[in-house]
C-alpha cells in the first residue's frame, strides 16, 4: 500500500489549495479514504473522509463550507480542495485509507496559512 499526497504548500489567509493522493497496492475503489491534520503540539484529527463510491463524506465540523473532499476512482486518487484558508488549518495534512480505522498513511503535506 502506498499512498503519496502532494499539494501543499504556503497560502495567505482567504486563499485556497488543492491537496492530492495517489494511491497504490490496493483496489482503492472497495475503500473509504480519509484525509487526517495535524497541527504541532495537538492531536491528529479528522477533517474528512469519503465513501468509496464518493457520493457520501463527513467532515470536521471547523472545515465544513469550506472544505471538499473527492475522488476519482479510475485514477486512484483523492483529492482535498481547501477554501477561505484561516491561519488555523496550518498543519501537516495526511491521507489515509480506511475509516473508522485508518490502516495506512501517506508521509503527508505541509500546509501553511500565513500573511
Known amino acids: 500500500v502506498q499512498l503519496v499526497e502532494s499539494g501543499g504548500g504556503l497560502v495567505q489567509p482567504g486563499g485556497s489549495l488543492r491537496l492530492s493522493c495517489a494511491a497504490s497496492?490496493?483496489?482503492?475503489?472497495?475503500?473509504?479514504m480519509s484525509w487526517y491534520r495535524q497541527a504541532p503540539g495537538k492531536v491528529r484529527e479528522l477533517v474528512a473522509n469519503?465513501?468509496?463510491?464518493?457520493?457520501?463524506?463527513n467532515y470536521l465540523d471547523s472545515v465544513k463550507g469550506r472544505f471538499t473532499i473527492s475522488r476519482d476512482n479510475a485514477k486512484n486518487t483523492v483529492y482535498l480542495q481547501m477554501n477561505s484558508l484561516l491561519p488555523e488549518d496550518t498543519a501537516k495534512y495526511y491521507c489515509?485509507?480506511?475509516?473508522?480505522?485508518?490502516?495506512?498513511w501517506g508521509q503527508g503535506t505541509q500546509v501553511t496559512v500565513s500573511s
Open positions: 469519503i465513501s468509496p463510491g464518493g457520493s457520501t463524506g
Open positions: 489515509a485509507r480506511g475509516w473508522p480505522t485508518a490502516g495506512s
Open positions: 497496492g490496493f483496489t482503492f475503489k472497495n475503500y473509504f
